[in-house]
């Protein structure tokens, strides 16, 4: 059975523009979550998408969003880049919104520049 | 509020030595809990989960963690460690916050394994 994936691997990018981060969960999965790695700061939830709805968002500028697609996959776009959104963005899925354990992806390591 | 201290942010053992990686936290209601391995460049992934039933979890690669709910910990040990254990170790309590699930993370510890 296939993991969560994520793409792109890497992704550089320069202060201003908007980067477009996507993931797959494991199959069966209806719950997306939305993670920042960033130097220091650990992990922070950023977003929870679940059957196509976004259902909880942690305390992040609006200018990160995303949405859910009707097979579960999931994008996450971040507008306006800015220098400390240079982070690894970890995806994870769950079975469904009552789910404890969630299954992470490997990620996409965002450089802004 | 609930929370998760890592009381250790780097941990250097040799190699074939024990090791105790620290966690507790802070809730009032029940929690479920997770241990996660982050190695180099990689993902999370899954140690173990205490979820109910016996306080002693066994989980991969030869790590336990034992559920103390007196004193709100959750420590992780392994009997003898290896090289290849040398990752990040990441505590997390899952909560259902008004219909909401969140996993809340630990700062994280760094088990250095020495030869």
């Known amino acids: 059975e296939a993991g969560v994936t994520q793409s792109p691997t890497h992704l550089i990018k320069t202060r201003g523009q908007q980067a477009t981060l996507r993931c797959s969960p494991i199959?069966?999965?209806?719950?997306v979550y939305w993670y920042q790695q960033a130097l220091g700061l650990g992990l922070q939830f950023l977003l929870w998408?679940?059957?196509?709805?976004?259902?909880n968002r942690g305390n992040f500028p609006p200018r990160f969003s995303g949405r859910q697609f009707p097979n579960y996959s999931s994008e996450l776009n971040v507008n306006a880049l800015e220098l400390e959104d240079s982070a690894l963005y970890l995806c994870?899925?769950?079975?469904?919104?009552?789910?404890?354990?969630?299954?992470f992806g490997p990620g996409t390591r965002l450089t802004v520049t | 509020a609930q929370s998760v201290t890592q009381l250790d942010s780097q941990v250097p053992v040799f190699e074939e030595a024990p090791v105790e990686l620290r966690c507790n936290y802070s809730?009032?209601?029940?929690?479920?809990l997770f241990w996660y391995v982050q190695y180099p460049n990689q993902g999370l992934q899954l140690l173990l989960k205490?979820?109910?039933?016996?306080?002693l979890v066994k989980g991969i690669n030869g790590f336990e963690a034992e559920f103390n709910k007196s004193q709100t910990s959750f420590h992780l040990r392994k009997p003898s460690v290896h090289i290849s254990d040398t990752a990040e170790y990441f505590c997390?309590?899952?909560?259902?916050?008004?219909?909401?699930?969140?996993?809340?993370f630990g700062q994280g510890t760094r088990l250095t394994i020495n030869p």
């Open positions: 994870a899925s769950s079975l469904d919104r009552g789910a404890y354990e969630q299954y």
């Open positions: 199959s069966g999965h209806t719950s």
């Open positions: 998408y679940d059957e196509g709805e976004e259902r």
């Open positions: 809730s009032s209601v029940s929690v479920y």
């Open positions: 205490y979820l109910s039933g016996s306080t």
């Open positions: 997390a309590v899952s909560l259902i916050i008004q219909g909401a699930q969140k996993l809340v």
